[in-house]
């Protein structure tokens, strides 16, 4: 079955360490995103790639960093730079090419800092 | 911008109809509007385009005013399996066919039995 795929989906880190959430998709989309959801706060961007080895930042990036070597990947890294990390992520994908198109979202990872 | 929608939040019984309002200050070409159900991934309900026609899912429907830059999603007869939260997106385009997608604060609907 085609989707998307992100692990771990609870996660626990101590401060000053970063951690790598991981976004596999097997639907050929091109572009892919990720969000950040806090309670009562909706989904806040924090990057989105067009397509492979290109990536923009979104609303919320400071702390945040990602990598785009695979049309299938892409991976977030939550840095220790991040004040607040504390918060469930979501992987989408899409495919560009069908104006606008439809996001297809993963399970989501909780991430926890302690 | 974040679209804004209202209300925060709706408590129905079943069978009650609801609406959820979500407005723009940026012009809008597409509302999109996707449901979670608490600890799980949105899923897509529906897209409304620029001069396209009303979109409907089960007995979920949902208008565009362009010129208002508003959208209005409507339950009609609520069940149960309506309860979550809802969100709406805005595409911003940011270059060739890239929908950048900006959701809304979203409107938590419970409906009870």
């Known amino acids: 079955d085609g989707g998307i795929t992100q692990s771990p989906k609870y996660l626990f880190r101590k401060e000053g360490q970063n951690v790598t959430l991981s976004c596999e998709q097997n639907l050929n989309h091109d572009a892919m995103y990720w969000y950040r959801q806090d309670p009562g706060q909706g989904l806040r961007l924090i990057y989105y790639s067009q397509i492979v080895n290109d990536f923009q930042k979104g609303d919320i990036a400071e702390g945040y960093s990602v990598s785009r070597e695979k049309k299938e990947s892409f991976p977030l890294t939550v840095t220790s730079a991040q004040k607040n990390p504390t918060a469930f992520y979501l992987c989408?994908?899409?495919?560009?090419?069908?104006?606008?198109?439809?996001?297809?979202f993963g399970e989501g990872s909780r991430l926890t800092v302690l | 911008q974040q679209p804004v929608q209202s209300p925060q939040a709706v408590i129905l019984r079943e069978g009650e109809d609801a609406v959820i309002n979500c407005s723009s200050s940026?012009?809008?070409?597409?509302v999109h509007w996707y449901r979670q159900k608490h600890g799980e991934a949105p899923v897509f309900l529906m897209i409304l385009l620029k001069g396209g026609e009303q979109k409907g899912h089960e007995k979920i429907s949902a208008s565009f005013n362009e010129k208002k830059q508003q959208s209005s999603l409507y339950l009609t007869a609520s069940q149960l399996s309506y309860s979550g939260t809802y969100f709406c997106g805005t595409p911003q385009y940011v270059g060739g066919a890239t929908n950048k997608l900006i959701f809304g604060t979203g409107t938590l609907l419970a409906v009870q039995p």
């Open positions: 940026k012009a809008l070409y597409s």
């Open positions: 989408a994908s899409s495919n560009p090419l069908i104006l606008p198109g439809e996001l297809f």
